[in-house]
């Protein structure tokens, strides 16, 4: 039988975020147009920061809130598992790069699967700062490769890949 558990260890409050922004900057990131927040909440033990609960025990999907502002987002890539996005405000465009790049738009609560090895991207359409929640298969760190056409403007910023 499983030891006592104290749920309120396993929550994680939303007016608490704050303590929870991750240190990690995907590659992206070295572009003011994705400047966001990133929040890892469930998984990803590597992204945590000092204050972050115990959450990182879990290893088959990850949680992560970003926020930006209107115009940023996140850049294109590609993930070897699925990828799930669900606006919690504002609106948002995602782009899937296939033959041709085809995007959506979304708002608050829509729900989006991005299917394994797809190039897809995020940017905040609305006129306020937005949120979008993701989830990932793996607990791990959610290995990304990116669109060649974002690692040379990356490179040409003097960023790293």
Not at 47 to 58: D, I, L, N, S, W
Not at 65 to 72: A, F, N, V
Not at 76 to 102: D, K, L, Y
């Amino acid at each position: 039988m499983p030891k006592d558990i104290d749920p309120e260890n396993q929550v994680i409050r939303f007016n608490e975020l704050d303590t929870m922004e991750s240190p990690f900057q995907p590659a992206d990131m070295a572009l003011e147009r994705f400047a966001r927040h990133r929040y890892s909440v469930v998984g990803r033990p590597a992204e945590k920061t000092a204050a972050g609960k115990g959450t990182g025990a879990v290893k088959d999907f990850s949680v992560v809130y970003i926020s930006c502002e209107p115009g940023k987002g996140i850049g294109a890539h590609a993930h070897s598992n699925a990828e799930v996005f669900i606006p919690m405000s504002g609106r948002w465009r995602v782009t899937m790069h296939g033959e041709t790049e085809q995007a959506v738009e979304l708002g608050p609560w829509d729900v989006i699967s991005v299917p394994p090895d797809v190039m897809h991207g995020a940017e905040n359409i609305g006129e306020d700062e937005a949120w979008l929640l993701a989830i990932n298969a793996g607990g791990g760190t959610a290995k990304s490769h990116w669109h060649p056409e974002l690692i040379a403007e990356i490179l040409a910023a003097g960023g790293k890949v």
